[in-house]
T-cell receptor
Framework: GEDVEQSLFLSVREGDSSVINCTYTDSSSTYLYWYKQEPGAGLQLLTYIFSNMDMKQDQRLTVLLNKKDKHLSLRIADTQTGDSAIYFCAENNNAGNMLTFGGGTRLMVKP | DADVTQTPRNRITKTGKRIMLECSQTKGHDRMYWYRQDPGLGLRLIYYSFDVKDINKGEISDGYSVSRQAQAKFSLSLESAIPNQTALYFC?????????????FGPGTRLTVL
């Protein structure tokens, strides 16, 4: 079955880079995603990557995809206190456009 | 105004009670979803609907039922609530296009079953 795994917690200092890692099992996924959940709110799509790409950059965000190892990472450059949130990795299921989410990584940014 | 709204935002109930959580959307999306979130487990899909006449079970549908009253409304019911249904519940919507299937989430309903 599908499984998406992430570490539970990451703490960084303001201004440093953050790297959040994720592993997934469904090699047929066409898209992989990073969602952000701020306190008391629902999830919002932060970025996504098509499975035939190995990197995507969007301002301070860099997504790296290693399909061979089924590993996805999100790098946040110059991390700010406003980046403190829970970050969810997700993959889509080709049959029916379902998403499978990881358990979420809580990012804490210290001033 | 929020595109995806959920009511109530918080609910405390007792074991055995029937509970309904409601979701409304103004995005005009055909696809709607109900998830529950538990700490460390991420979001797990309960039910989903791709149009008004379509209802499908997700990963953890036991103990839950849904109703798609209109394109804009999708409600989740717990027929007889039990304590292990204490969780944060999210409704989400998506359009059939674009292909990357972004889902838009409501603010969540925190349900506590005593």
């Amino acid at each position: 079955g599908e499984d998406v795994e992430q570490s539970l917690f990451l703490s960084v200092r303001e201004g440093d880079s953050s790297v959040i890692n994720c592993t997934y099992t469904d090699s047929s996924s066409t898209y992989l995603y990073w969602y952000k959940q701020e306190p008391g709110a629902g999830l919002q799509l932060l970025t996504y990557i098509f499975s035939n790409m190995d990197m995507k950059q969007d301002q301070r965000l860099t997504v790296l995809l290693n399909k061979k190892d089924k590993h996805l990472s999100l790098r946040i450059a110059d991390t700010q206190t406003g980046d403190s949130a829970i970050y969810f990795c997700a993959e889509n299921n080709n049959a029916g456009n379902m998403l499978t989410f990881g358990g979420g990584t809580r990012l804490m940014v210290k001033p | 105004d929020a595109d995806v709204t959920q009511t109530p935002r918080n609910r405390i109930t007792k074991t055995g009670k029937r509970i309904m959580l409601e979701c409304s959307q103004t995005k005009g999306h055909d696809r709607m979803y109900w998830y529950r979130q538990d700490p460390g487990l991420g979001l797990r899909l309960i039910y989903y609907s791709f149009d008004v006449k379509d209802i499908n079970k997700g990963e953890i549908s036991d103990g839950y039922s849904v109703s798609r009253q209109a394109q804009a409304k999708f409600s989740l019911s717990l027929e007889s609530a039990i304590p292990n249904q204490t969780a944060l519940y999210f409704c989400a919507t998506s359009d059939a296009r674009p292909s990357y299937n972004e889902q838009f989430f409501g603010p969540g309903t925190r349900l506590t079953v005593l």
